[in-house]
């Protein structure tokens, strides 16, 4: 069993950055990634990262998210930066274990034209 806890989401103007941040319950070594999920819409993947750093984006947020992972506190981050109202959504973090989905909570991101 592994729970993750996102926060640092948050209310921001078009343009702007913001850093949000998830916490998982021990250590993991499968991939690590944000999703997002915005009203009437589909969840999409947003990034990935592997336990060694590699990384894979969306296009649509290539160039302006970076996804990393701090192995030692079992956390993975988002910033975020130069957002756009299409940005807006609930971000979740997730991680697969075998054939098991973790997901978190969810944070939601607003971001204001």
């Known amino acids: 069993q592994v729970q993750l806890v996102e926060s640092g989401g948050g209310l921001v103007q078009a343009g702007g950055s913001l850093s949000i941040s998830c916490a998982a319950s021990?250590?993991?070594?499968?991939?690590m990634g944000w999703y997002r999920q915005a009203p009437g819409k589909q969840r999409e993947l947003v990034a990935t990262?592997?336990?060694?750093?590699?990384?894979n984006y969306a296009d649509s947020v290539k160039g302006r998210f970076t996804i990393s992972r701090d192995n030692a506190k079992n956390t993975v981050y988002l910033q975020m930066n130069s957002l756009k109202p299409e940005d807006t959504a609930v971000y979740y973090c997730?991680?697969?274990?075998?054939?098991?989905?973790?997901w978190g909570q969810g944070t939601q991101v607003t971001v204001s034209s």
């Open positions: 997730n991680t697969d274990i075998g054939v098991m989905h973790y």
């Open positions: 021990r250590s993991i070594f499968s991939i």
């Open positions: 990262v592997t336990r060694g750093g590699t990384t």
